[in-house]
């Protein structure tokens, strides 16, 4: 053999003698959360090979970000079935970025809802239908967004929004929950005042006690805004609660 011959061969021994190292470090990384767990195979079917390699080799954030404008392309030309698609695959090349999230719900649960809700060409029963599905799988894509990051205020906002207002009926038991872990991961207070106007909704006397005990609380810190008192007086009544714990039917400035 000649002299190229043995560089090869040299080559291909030194790479199988480091494969073990390389294995440990990768492992060693990973379970210390510096370093992504390899990108699903089955994403191999809708990405273009350089893509996949390009995820392969540390490149995720960049392959997201094309699939992601991609998806932004799809959402002008009104493919909702595109959109969902790259969506999926830009969520899973980057799990870790709650935007990505928030964006593929809203383009489903809200976008795509709406455009079916309204599209007057389908039968009434069939734009329904689309309108609900879309709805449900905006929700499905932020519970899913959830299980990776479980104090994203953002999401439980976003899920908040979801069961009460696009929701057929409106779930407001869940609306409540997310409301109040938004606000209790970093979210703005309001999300928890937000939370009790949608369990005093709810017939049910430990959800709406839930409700009066949030209010009450913030009445007596001096939040004295009419939609804390109205609702405040409508719970004392279906709570049975005695007179001498009423407050006062005054309002202060307005919301």
Not at 28 to 55: C, V
Not at 68 to 78: D, G, H, K, P, T
Request: hydrophobic share 35%; with cysteine.
């Amino acid at each position: 053999m000649n002299a190229r011959h043995w560089a090869i061969i040299l080559f291909l021994g030194l790479g199988i003698a480091k494969l073990p190292l390389e294995q440990h470090s990768t492992t060693t990384l990973r379970s210390a959360g510096a370093l992504n767990a390899p990108t699903d195979l089955g994403l191999r079917e809708n990405l273009g090979q350089m893509s996949f390699a390009a995820s392969l080799g540390g490149l995720r954030s960049l392959v997201a970000s094309i699939t992601y404008l991609q998806a932004f392309a799809a959402f002008e030309n009104v493919d909702w079935g595109k959109v969902d698609s790259l969506m999926t695959l830009t969520t899973r090349l980057q799990p870790n970025f709650g935007t990505y999230w928030d964006d593929a719900a809203s383009r489903m649960g809200y976008d795509a809802a709406s455009y079916y809700r309204y599209d007057e060409s389908r039968p009434t029963l069939y734009r329904n239908r689309l309108y609900r599905e879309h709805v449900a799988r905006g929700i499905e894509i932020l519970n899913e967004g959830l299980q990776r990051l479980p104090n994203d205020s953002k999401l439980h906002q976003r899920l908040g929004e979801f069961y009460a207002r696009r929701l057929e009926p409106p779930d407001h038991v869940e609306a409540g929950e997310h409301f109040l872990l938004c606000s209790q991961n970093g979210g703005l207070k309001v999300y928890e005042r937000m939370a009790a106007y949608e369990w005093a909704k709810v017939e049910d006397r430990p959800t709406q006690k839930r409700a009066y005990d949030i209010l009450r609380s913030s009445y007596l810190r001096g939040l004295k805004l009419p939609s804390v008192i109205i609702t405040l007086k409508a719970l004392e009544k279906s709570l049975r609660i005695p007179p001498w714990q009423h407050i006062p039917e005054t309002e202060g400035p307005r919301e």
